[in-house]
């Protein structure tokens, strides 16, 4: 590793010479959202503390038309942090933001860090438009409201979004010949590939992490997700499996009995009384499913849940159980959240994403230890027609994207992706898994979970994340080499 990167440091010297002409000064500007504690600690992740500027860019509001409307303009915000960068020619390596405010993506950088300082590169986080301080109409409630202006809101658009503030970055700084890597994790990995398909022009190379662009009707089973979630607490404890897979049953009981529903909101200490049973059991779902999607090291979730539920004893009723392992697992420190009051702006940001073209057809099967039905592409319909009065396209993404076929097709022309995916994540399940060519990788890892390479590193890592992050370094670090020697010849 450290005699490669030394030449590569050399092959971009050497490069940079013949561009001499360039100046050598820098200028100064939500898939699946998880529910990590560093998304809760602003104080540690700010962009003052990483040394980032902070930066805003008029941006079109309308890409793909000319109507006089499509012109109009709204600020995008994005971030730069220079005190790696080489200067003009070196790498840029980009986060693509997905669906959340910029500020909760921020401690991605701890993992790009460590690639830009190896590469003497700048690094760029961008925010996804209608999100954070990048919304056209002020808010998101406002902006989903308008019916002309949420029309904008489509990730076609975030990607010429992207496009147009990359080449006024490369501009503004005198840097045309800098390479671009973009870097994206779930519904950004799924923009990073993208990105990497429709503007190779502009970028290098993307590294999609988690990022389930398979996941769509016809392609990859409905209950892909719900099977791979299922494993999950199987592969930790069979009793815990079937114990859950007992709670609904018994969930349902107590709920049709005289007072049933007070005994189980006492029980589950909920926030608000219990109007029926599925209430309760679409929550506990969550909670389950959120445990197998973030089943990160040191502390796994899915195994803390199980040592409770496991630990009750089998002279314990099986609700008695999930209760002991959601108490394990934290989820009953508090009062449980069975409504909820105020949606976050990234879940109403979300909520139209999947009604306009984010259709993702996720639903339960027969052999899974969860109780909720099958998706419903006529329910799915008719919830997004009463909520913003237009039907999902169901089929865009494909269209627009591809994804059948998607050894065949890219394998033919794409080139510079990596997709890295945990296999405990149930996401994985839409993913890419095997390597489509040379320089179209797959980097599955056994345990992982969902967008962990992206993760801050820790002493606490084992060696195979560590080793997954080191290879992805490589992997960019073979890309640059590429590129900078075919500049030279």
Known sequence: MASKLSYLLIVILLFVHHSSALPSKITKKSLFHGKRSFYRNPNKYSFASYGFTMCYYNQTIDHFNYAPSSYAIFSQRYAVKSSFWGGPSFPILVYLGAEEPLDSQLFVVD???PIAQSYKALIVFTEHRFYGESNPYGNMKISLQNEIGRGYFSSAQALADYAKILLHIKNDLSTDKSPIIVFGGSYGGMLASWFRLKYPHIALGALASSAPILYFEGITPQDAYYNVAS?????????CYDSIKESWGQIDGIASKPGGLAFLTQKFNT???????TELKDVLESLFLGA?????????SVKTICGGVDGAGSNASFVDRVVAGLRAYGALSSCLEIVDENPSEIDLG?????????VMPIGNGNSTMFASPPFDMNNTIEECIDDYGVAPRPHWITTYYGGFDIKKVLR????NIIFSNGLRDPYSSGGVLEDISRTIVALPTKEGSHCLDLLPPSPDDPDWLVMQRETEGNIIGEWLLEYYGAMMN
């Open 111 to 113: 993992t790009i860090a």
């Open 412 to 415: 033919k022309f794409g080139s």
């Open 350 to 358: 979300w909520s139209w994403q999947y009604c306009s073209e984010m």
């Open 231 to 239: 494993k999950d607490f199987m592969d930790a404890s069979a009793t």
């Open 271 to 277: 926030c608000t009384p219990l109007q029926n049973a």
């Open 292 to 300: 197998a999607q973030y089943d990160e090291p040191p502390n796994l």
